[in-house]
């Protein structure tokens, strides 16, 4: 039997149609906000690295190791160098080689999209505004011009009310994955969490040592996690003693730890928007491959 492609299933046109009219909210919002839009990188000699275990994705090229982008956040940094320019975004594609235990998390791919965002010397409640805005028109306008395609899937959307509500991961009793899990099946509009030990490039406050100023945006109806972000670590010292204490390699590091020891990067909090994670969340569906033609799912089969 031949294998039905999910590009023509009965529900793809929706979802295509709701995926259109909310990329278009997104960048149009960023672009009436004054943002630049970059293009993204897709292979370099640094990328993110995470802070979870993923499988290598690199490739050799005339004798040099370059790595596939699994997020732009260190190149976000060096774009804001210049003096000119001190608000970005860039629709990113990444890989990440998921280990086969995310299959079942429904929101997994190891390849997806990312709308990347940037804004020099702002702080977390900057960025974390900008975003809640953001999202809730992007909301807004799927309501307004995909209502027929709502209505097909039989998803009921609603516009979530601003401010969002915000936890601390200090305060939770389970590990922050739990809890995560447990407030978004609870939740009915999208909710902030804050304060977790993370990558490198977090910021962690000056006079309280294990206090970082980062957020993630959690979807409700048990979405889960939309948005990870932060303020980001700029000065040298702190770089290099945060990599020393997860244990990094910093000769993998090399070029970047050469631009933050001559003092060039700059105060910036920014954060990734998942676009597949929207879509879905949009959509109302369970998994992620039912909104995505292409799927890349950790642990099944690639066949296109």
């Known amino acids: 039997m031949k294998q039905k492609l999910t590009l023509i299933s009965k529900d793809m046109l929706p979802i295509l149609k709701i995926q259109s009219t909310a990329i278009k909210a997104l960048t149009d919002f960023l672009d009436k906000n004054e943002f630049l839009q970059m293009m993204p990188v897709m292979l370099s000699t640094v990328t993110d690295p995470l802070c979870h275990s993923v499988y290598d994705a690199?490739?050799?090229?005339?004798?040099?190791?370059?790595?596939?982008?699994?997020s732009m956040i260190l190149h976000k940094q060096l774009a804001l160098i210049p003096?000119?320019?001190s608000k970005i975004y860039i629709m990113s594609p990444n890989i990440r080689l998921e280990k086969a235990n995310c299959e079942s998390s429904g929101r997994h791919l190891i390849e997806f999209s990312q709308l990347d965002i940037?804004?020099?010397k702002a702080r977390k409640k900057e960025f974390m505004q900008l975003a809640e805005e953001m999202v809730v028109y992007a909301i807004t306008k799927v309501k307004e011009k995909n209502s027929k395609e709502l209505e097909q899937l039989g998803r009921k959307l609603q516009i979530p009310?601003?401010?969002?509500?915000?936890?601390?991961?200090?305060?939770?009793?389970?590990?922050?994955?739990?809890a995560e899990k447990r407030l978004s099946?609870?939740?009915?509009?999208?909710?902030?969490?804050?304060n977790h030990k993370r990558e490198f490039y977090d910021m962690e406050d000056k006079t309280e040592k294990g206090y970082y100023h980062n957020y993630d945006l959690i979807w409700p109806e048990g979405f889960g996690e939309a948005l990870s972000g932060a303020e980001r670590e700029f000065e040298f010292k702190e770089i290099v003693r945060k990599m020393k204490e997860?244990?990094?390699?910093?000769?993998?590091y090399e070029s970047y730890l050469n631009v933050a020891s001559k003092k060039l990067l700059k105060p910036s909090?920014?954060?990734?928007?998942?676009?597949e994670r929207f879509v879905r969340y949009l959509a109302g569906k369970r998994h992620i491959s039912e909104i995505s033609p292409f799927a890349k799912v950790p642990g099944r089969k690639i066949t296109f």
């Open 58 to 70: 690199k490739i050799n090229y005339l004798g040099q190791e370059l790595q596939l982008t699994k």
């Open 83 to 85: 003096d000119e320019i």
């Open 118 to 120: 940037e804004m020099k």
């Open 161 to 178: 009310k601003t401010p969002f509500k915000v936890y601390d991961s200090k305060d939770f009793k389970e590990s922050i994955n739990d």
């Open 185 to 194: 099946k609870e939740a009915t509009e999208p909710f902030w969490i804050l």
């Open 246 to 252: 997860r244990g990094m390699n910093l000769e993998d």
């Open 269 to 275: 909090a920014g954060g990734g928007l998942g676009i």
